[in-house]
């Protein structure tokens, strides 16, 4: 009889894990072109957010947008029964701080925390920037609409609270504004410090800056792909570690990388028409972006945006010369991109909140063996209802095998050689949504018992 139990768990495991969730798609479905639109045109209608613009209108400058946004978080929060959790946090810069702070000034976020069931300190972040600028980065009197850069990541960032707030998760998810990125990522830097201070653990943060463009400065016109800029190792890793990896591997391992690989995959299995491309790198050559200040911190976070820039758009005075147009205007936004890649934010948050906490100190065995082996601590949490062990070549850029295991904390793969793969365990949740993938952290020293 436990033989035929035990069968029948197996085949309902197998069964439960090859499905998706109906809520992703239902979310994905959710998300309004027209609102996102709307969204644009009113940020752009500002004339500008540059950071040291007018504060006093409610018609003109980054207080009147800053104000609105907020305004926007607390009508979702009364549609979901004050749900959302909405406040700005602020610090302070002065001209000590950089060349493009022409005065002392606050650096002022816009936050909505979507409390979770779980009453938990884990967080997902989306954020989009709420700031914009023209050819000179401190003039705050000239237009600078930023209607792709960035009113397109603030408004997908608003209308993911929109959507995500009528469902209920595990964990917390964060919808945040930030400001003074043209500046020099104040914003980012302030908030960063404000979740380290206030203990967060950070799931991830998810920096969408730039999400409507399609047509390349080169002329490419492109509205399917987008890219996932991730840095590979964490800068906050010790000498250990860095030592450790010159032998064990793990040079595009790190824990922004594996987030990169969590939305690469979810997007290619809810929204198989569009084409996540990953980029190893932190950010565009030489460039930076609001997730930066959270990676310097040791949390994981990536950058979601287009894949065709046109460069005519960003940084610009609003004129025409030779017969090029320059300016980031309205005209130059796709909404229906800006659409897809809100879902994908929107989906992201959701499958991360809904999912259980990862596992922790994961290590790897299988030194001149026939097998490797993996042994962790499990994860604290209710919803876990076992543990996943991927594993790839180790020059594959996504994980390519995988295999559930059940609720255990240690596995041996018979007959795969440590040398020729790189692995890694998620942990399962009750409703099958998986944890981000953790890389081992150590090798396995003592006796090994194959259950």
């Known amino acids: ?27 994905i479905d959710q998300i309004d072109t027209k609102r996102i639109e709307a969204d644009i045109r009113v940020l752009a209608n500002f004339g500008t957010r540059n950071t040291f613009s007018d504060t006093i209108s409610n018609k003109r400058g980054i207080g009147a947008a800053r104000r609105w946004i907020k305004s926007e978080f607390e009508k979702v929060s009364k549609d ?6 909405v406040f700005y946090q602020r610090d302070f810069v002065t001209t000590n701080d950089g060349e493009r702070v022409p005065k002392d000034t606050w650096i002022v976020n816009v936050v909505a925390v979507q409390r979770g069931t779980a009453n938990s300190n884990r967080y997902v972040i989306m954020t989009g920037d709420i700031d914009s600028r023209n050819s000179d980065p401190i003039d705050a009197t000239k237009d600078a609409p930023g209607a792709n850069d960035n009113a397109s990541g603030m408004a997908g960032t608003i209308e993911a609270a929109r959507v995500l707030s009528q469902y209920k998760f595990d964990y917390n998810i964060v919808y945040l504004g930030l400001s003074g990125e043209e500046q020099g990522l104040f914003g980012g830097k302030g908030f960063a410090a404000f979740a380290k201070n206030n203990n967060w653990e950070i799931i991830g943060v998810l920096n969408n800056d730039m999400i ?80 930066r200040p959270f990676n310097d911190l040791g949390f994981a976070g990536v950058r979601i945006m287009e894949a065709q820039e046109n460069y005519n758009r960003q940084h610009q005075d609003i004129r025409e010369e030779n017969g090029i147009k320059y300016g980031d205007v309205i005209e130059g936004v796709n909404f229906e991109y800006a659409n897809k890649l809100t879902a994908v934010n929107a989906i992201t948050l959701a499958s991360l909140a809904w999912a259980s906490p990862e596992p922790k100190n994961v290590r790897i065995g299988g030194i001149v063996a026939p097998s490797t082996k993996l042994k962790w601590d499990k994860a604290t949490a209710k919803n876990i209802i076992g543990y996943k062990i ?24 018979e007959g795969i050689v440590i040398d020729n793969y790189y692995f890694g365990v998620a942990s399962v949740s009750n409703t099958g949504h998986e944890s981000i993938v953790v890389f081992p952290n150590d090798i396995i020293r003592t006796s090994f018992k194959r259950k």
């Open 390 to 413: 991927y594993w790839r070549l180790t020059t594959a850029s996504q994980w390519e095998f995988s295999r559930f295991v059940g609720d255990v904390d240690q596995f041996e793969l």
């Open 212 to 291: 409507g463009n399609i047509e390349g400065v080169n002329g490419v016109i492109d509205n399917r792909t987008f890219r996932i800029f991730s840095e590979p190792t964490s800068v906050t890793e010790t000498e250990k570690e860095i030592s450790n990896r010159r032998f064990y591997g793990g040079e595009v391992d790190g824990i922004s990388r594996q987030l990169a690989r969590y939305i690469h995959k979810l997007t290619l299995t809810y929204m198989p028409e569009m084409n996540p491309m990953m980029i190893y790198r932190l950010d565009r050559f030489g460039r930076g972006g609001h997730h």
């Open 80 to 85: 979901c029964s004050n749900c959302l959790d």
């Open 1 to 27: 009889m436990k033989h035929i139990y035990f069968i029948s768990f197996l085949c309902f495991s197998q069964l439960f894990f090859s499905q998706t969730d109906s809520k992703i798609y239902s979310i």
